[in-house]
């Protein structure tokens, strides 16, 4: 057998790099003088042709995990509490928002009783929606992290990167200078922006942590194994 080979026979010199001796159907080998089939080389149960590049977990990756899937379970707790405290205060804004139409157009008529009940009952029935979409967006992103998915780690950069930006918005809100509340004349109650910041601040501290894992390291701060030739 030629002294090109690897020791494991998986790779041949070619005077400037090491190729696979596995041809691109991945039904023969090359042995340095002839190409055998795989089956007689590796027997046609236990050969397995190349996969995806293999990966290794570091230091960073379990704490990663964890910190994530922990993030989103809280999420998801906030999500499902939305339908009890946020019908009240919507309603609220819808009335005065009405009201506030009122005083500008006096001689327009007022929307019946009707209508009113209608929006609230329409209001309560977005928000359980969006709490049972919310839910499940969590608990996809909390298996996913203990999973290792790689393209959950794509996705929830993304989710805090938008949070991110967002999180201007929110300084000015809780320190009280909401632009919806000039244009509109309506507030949602103070505390909840300041759950807004409290969210957004470790979003954008594990958005830092994740974006320098993926650069430094690759998804889930995991590196890629490289192939050792002897």
């Known amino acids: 057998m030629s002294t090109r080979l690897s020791p494991d026979g998986m790779y041949y010199w070619d005077g400037q790099q090491w190729v696979s001796t596995?041809?691109?159907?991945?039904?023969?080998?090359?042995?340095?003088?002839?190409?055998?089939?795989?089956?007689?080389?590796?027997?046609?149960?236990?050969?397995?042709?190349?996969?995806?590049?293999?990966?290794?977990?570091?230091?960073?990756?379990?704490?990663?995990?964890?910190?994530v899937a922990a993030f989103y379970a809280l999420q998801g707790l906030y999500t499902l509490t939305l339908p009890f405290w946020m019908s009240g205060p919507l309603a609220q804004a819808m009335n005065q928002s009405i009201q506030r139409q009122q005083q500008l157009n006096p001689t327009a008529s007022p929307p019946p009783a009707e209508f009113m009940n209608a929006m609230t009952s329409f209001m309560s029935g977005a928000l359980w929606v969006a709490a049972v979409f919310g839910l499940a967006i969590a608990a996809v992103a909390v298996i996913g992290a203990l999973s290792r998915w790689t393209w959950i780690y794509y996705v929830v950069l993304v989710l805090l990167g938008l949070g991110t930006i967002s999180l201007p918005l929110d300084l000015v809100n809780a320190a009280g200078g909401s632009a919806i509340t000039s244009a509109s004349g309506f507030s949602m109650p103070s505390w909840t922006y300041w759950v807004g910041l409290a969210t957004a601040i470790p979003g954008t501290a594990l958005f830092v942590w994740m974006l320098v894992a993926l650069v430094k390291r690759g998804p889930w701060a995991m590196r890629k194994v490289a192939a050792q030739l002897s």
């Open 22 to 67: 596995l041809s691109h159907d991945g039904r023969s080998r090359w042995n340095g003088t002839s190409w055998i089939p795989t089956a007689q080389v590796y027997g046609p149960t236990n050969y397995q042709p190349p996969g995806r590049v293999a990966r290794e977990p570091t230091s960073w990756t379990r704490p990663l995990q964890l910190t």
